[in-house]
């Protein structure tokens, strides 16, 4: 090859990646499609319920749909810095290159770009993910990351995260994501039981389930908080310029998602103990039961009251016919000739 003028690079060519990540895109499809559907049968409600409806639904979808993808984001820490850097082992050369350093609950992603992306005949641009959760050995992926022979800056960054590296970045990240992990997937749970709830008379359990998914929200985030710490114990440095993290967008979404979610829970208990009609009237809810009394101190439809006999209607004599007065006569004058005899 290079007696015909070409110059195989020191690695092999990046491979082709998907502009992002494909769990996050399953999950926005998935809602966006269900956002389509709700849409499309909008036009048959009618009235101001339409508005409420929608607005319902939006809301609803928006809280899953995030709490789903900062789940699966690499963004809950970030940093990117321009430097120049060395490229491949025993080289003397260096290249201006963009590194980037993404930790996400499950693993963290390195991209590497040149700037510009052409330097020493080759294409650098890198996107490598290194994966600790669902059973994934870090160290066997940072392993084959050394036998396929990746630029120095990824590697560097990718060996601060091994097991065995001194800096006990792995155990940091990796306890913070099992956990911060696990409370995402209850408030998953609770936001379903609030959209269960809130479709059945029993508004207040949905608000209640509400306040639970934000506090859970709210949790993963004091979990991933403590168990990272702001100042990294091993300086990052890469060429002439050090890497600094810091909070990611997932992080800052899913701290506003979580007080939304309380707010509302909130707003819904209020709205229960001050104007129940109109929250009842705000999910098409019926506000009277012809059978039964839903009182708030009971706790709605799980604790019906049923009516005393002094609040029913007193009852009232109803005038029968002359037929039926006349039919009713004989029947007694029978009946008291019986037992006469």
């Known amino acids: 090859m290079t007696a015909l003028g070409y110059t195989l690079p020191f690695y092999t060519g990046p491979k082709p990646t ?9 999950i926005i499809t998935i809602f966006l499609t269900a956002l389509a559907t709700f849409i499309i049968i909008l036009p048959g409600i009618r009235g101001k319920t339409r508005l409420f409806w929608m607005l319902r639904v939006v809301t609803s979808l928006f809280i899953g749909a995030v709490i789903l993808a900062v789940n699966f984001s690499s963004e809950w820490s970030v940093g990117q810095v321009n430097t120049n850097t060395t490229y491949k ?3 003397p050369k ?8 993404q930790i996400g609950l499950g693993g963290v992603n390195i991209t590497l770009t040149g700037t510009p992306v052409q330097q020493l005949n080759e294409t650098i641009n890198y996107n490598e993910e290194f994966r600790w959760c669902l059973g994934e050995s870090y160290a066997e992926e940072y392993t084959k990351a050394l036998e396929k022979g ?11 995260f091994t097991p065995r590296s001194p800096c006990g970045l792995y155990n940091q990240y990796r306890l913070a994501g099992h956990y911060a992990s696990a409370m995402l997937w209850v408030a998953f749970l609770c936001w379903l039981l609030a959209n269960v709830m809130l479709s059945m008379p029993v508004l207040i359990y949905g ?16 979990f991933f908080s403590m168990a990272t710490s702001p100042i ?20 800052w979404i899913t701290s506003a998602t979580g007080l939304l979610c309380i707010l509302l829970g909130l707003v819904m208990a209020v709205a229960h103990k001050m104007q129940p009609h109109r929250l009842k009237a705000f999910f098409n809810q019926s506000a009277e039961d012809s059978v039964l009394e839903w009182g708030s101190e009971e706790g709605g439809l799980l604790s019906p009251r049923y009516r005393s006999m002094a609040e029913s209607p007193e009852t009232q004599d109803i005038p029968m016919s002359e037929a039926s007065s006349e039919m009713c006569f004989k029947e007694e004058h029978i009946k008291e000739s019986d037992c006469a005899l």
């Open 18 to 26: 998907f502009p992002m990540d494909t769990a996050l895109a399953v």
């Open 89 to 91: 082992a025993f080289s």
């Open 94 to 101: 260096w290249v201006s290159v963009d590194v980037g350093l």
């Open 150 to 160: 990746l630029p120095d800056p990824v590697l560097y960054l990718a060996e601060k």
């Open 207 to 222: 608000g209640h389930m509400l306040l639970a998914t934000g506090l859970f929200q709210l949790l993963a985030l004091l």
């Open 232 to 251: 990294s114990p091993c300086p990052l440095r890469l060429g002439t310029a050090a890497l600094d993290t810091h909070l990611g967008p997932a992080f």
